[in-house]
């Protein structure tokens, strides 16, 4: 499963007592961005003379490419002074299965997601095209801040009363991430994670890499490319974000982004009752998921309900129509909302934040190619996947939260709407609603409170380059919404490609049609298509 943008992994809340630094991060991230700047022109120069030495070690546990190679280097921990302290940046180089055509550098978005996963594990969700594993050296570059490379250390503090857990909690966490690791938390940005991708690639010997960006990816890839035109090939950007928008806007934009693809979920689950049985109406297979979670957590959600059609209508209304069907629909939001607050109030100690099945959902709902499995858990034909952990796991999972709670706060641009900070009080703290709180964290201010902006990051720029990017975006994107995606395109200068249908990522993830176009494009440089259909 890739992670994209997160921020989607769902908050597990049982206690509403003391909380500690680890749960604070997971209730607020959970979850799951012109020209070349003075700075990188001048380490462009200062880079020139000398590669990097390679270290070349085993690989770590999630890489299991038979061929698969791993190594780390050397840099600076702020690219802007190279005389500096120094941390080590580690890499998953996959050669090419036939003749190569060069290096492909990839990111699977985040901030935070895994490096080496993405190109370096077979099980991690990606089918890259049998064109693209025979023909690139496929190169993944851990960022800055997780395992496989210097890793963020913020050890639990001491001392911290529970009202700054709830209302600076970006201080907070920083402040534990500067003790744990002093001096490091500030160089934890998109342009010093792009200056990382200089380092390996000098160190490998590429003359040119072509880029892989998928969510986050593309903010990254576009940054290196706008910073090194000259050293950049061919670009593909997945999905890509609106980085005027980084980061709390980006997150806002979430909060429809997310129930909108939930609604369509329900619409596809509704034309295939015959498979699933779950109800003939996208309100109806909405009624039954929410019995599954009232089942697990003895409450339901409250995240809204899809519109009602006049199958849905009661009996004794049926005369109503289409008017009748309207009602509901203006009703539903509210009635879910007081029946949650009504099961909390009678069955003492529920939430619905608890419930595997909400969890799973706000997982699964951005990969259609995951449609089936879901539904499938709903009507009970396929078991809840095991929610247990391993200590490392969370230890792992913790440091890219961590980090990505640090970068998105170090490079916040927009501004705090404290309006919003109602609503997210009542998402999180009272009704547990995984699917609005993580945005409204962001929005609200909450998330970063006490942890302002470290710096601001370049203007992205594509006159530079080559050849044109390739943009891919889906209509039903929850996570890169579509009617945010021609910022990217503006700056870039993307030869832009429309996927209809649902979906956050795209390449490598089940659609053919955009694998080829994909495939194409890495070959020549130059694409055709614009419009291609999507998975449901």
């Given at each position: 499963m890739h992670i994209s943008f997160w921020i989607s992994l769902a908050p597990k809340r049982k206690d509403h007592g003391s909380m500690s630094l680890k749960k604070t991060v997971l209730a607020t991230l959970t979850a799951v961005v012109t020209g070349v700047s003075a700075l990188g022109v001048a380490t462009t120069v200062a880079h020139a003379q000398s590669a990097p030495q390679i270290t070349w070690e085993d690989c770590p546990v999630q890489v299991d490419e038979p061929n698969a190679q791993c190594g780390r280097v050397e840099v600076p921990m702020y690219h802007s002074d190279p005389g500096g302290e120094k941390i080590s940046v580690g890499f998953v180089k996959v050669p090419a299965e036939g003749q190569s055509r060069g290096a492909l550098f990839g990111n699977p978005g985040g901030p935070g997601g895994?490096?080496?996963?993405?190109?370096?594990?077979?099980?991690?969700?990606?089918?890259?095209?049998?064109?693209?594993?025979?023909?690139?050296?496929?190169?993944?570059?851990?960022?800055?801040g997780l395992a496989g490379s210097t890793p963020v250390n913020c050890p639990e503090p001491t001392n911290i009363d529970p009202v700054s857990l709830y209302t600076r909690s970006g201080a907070v966490i920083r402040d534990a991430c500067e003790a744990g690791t002093p001096g490091y938390t500030a160089s934890i940005t998109t342009e010093n994670t792009a200056e990382d991708w200089e380092w390996v690639r000098r160190a490998l010997g590429e003359e040119k890499i072509s880029i892989m960006g998928l969510s986050y990816g593309t903010f990254l890839g576009s940054m290196y490319a706008t910073k090194y035109p000259e050293h950049t090939d061919k670009v593909v950007l997945d999905s890509g974000m609106n980085p005027d928008h980084a980061w709390s806007g980006v997150l806002d934009s979430q909060k429809q982004g997310y129930i909108s693809a939930l609604h369509d979920f329900f619409g596809w689950v509704a034309d295939n009752n015959e498979t699933y049985g779950l109800g003939d109406t996208p309100l109806a297979a909405y009624q039954a998921w929410s019995n599954t979670i009232v089942a697990e957590t003895g409450t339901n959600?409250?995240?809204?309900?899809p519109p009602a059609q006049v199958g849905d209508v009661p009996p004794a209304l049926?005369?109503?129509?289409?008017a009748g069907a309207d009602v509901l629909t203006a009703t539903a939001p509210a009635q879910v909302q007081l029946q949650n607050l009504f099961n909390m109030a009678t069955r003492p100690g529920s939430n619905q934040a608890t419930s595997p099945t909400l969890s799973l959902t706000r997982q699964l709902i951005p990969s259609p190619a995951d449609w089936p499995y879901l539904a499938s858990v709903i009507n009970g034909s396929e078991p809840i996947p095991s929610m247990e952990y391993t200590e490392e796991m969370m230890e792992l999972a913790t440091t890219s939260l961590m980090m990505q709670s640090l970068q998105l706060c170090n490079e916040n641009q927009?501004?705090?709407?404290?309006?919003?900070?109602?609503?997210?009080?009542?998402?999180?703290y009272v009704v547990g609603d995984i699917f609005t709180a993580p945005p409204l964290a962001?929005?609200?201010?909450?998330?970063?409170?006490?942890?302002?902006?470290?710096?601001?990051?370049?203007?992205?720029n594509g006159a530079g380059l080559e050849h044109r990017p390739l943009q891919i975006q889906s209509t039903g994107d929850p996570q890169t919404p579509?009617?945010?995606?021609?910022?990217?395109?503006?700056?870039m200068g993307t030869h832009f490609v429309t996927v209809h249908g649902p979906g956050h990522g795209h390449v490598g993830l089940g659609n053919e049609a955009v694998d080829q176009a994909v495939v194409e494009y890495l070959r020549s440089g130059s694409a055709e298509v614009t419009d291609l259909p999507g998975l449901r």
């Open positions: 895994d490096g080496y996963s993405y190109f370096g594990a077979a099980n991690a969700g990606f089918d890259w095209p049998q064109e693209i594993r025979n023909e690139w050296d496929r190169v993944a570059v851990q960022p800055r959600p409250t995240v809204a309900p049926l005369s109503s129509g289409q927009v501004a705090a709407d404290p309006l919003d900070i109602p609503e997210y009080v009542w998402s999180n962001f929005s609200s201010g909450a998330a970063c409170s006490g942890a302002g902006p470290v710096t601001t990051p370049p203007t992205l579509f009617q945010h995606s021609g910022r990217m395109h503006e700056l």
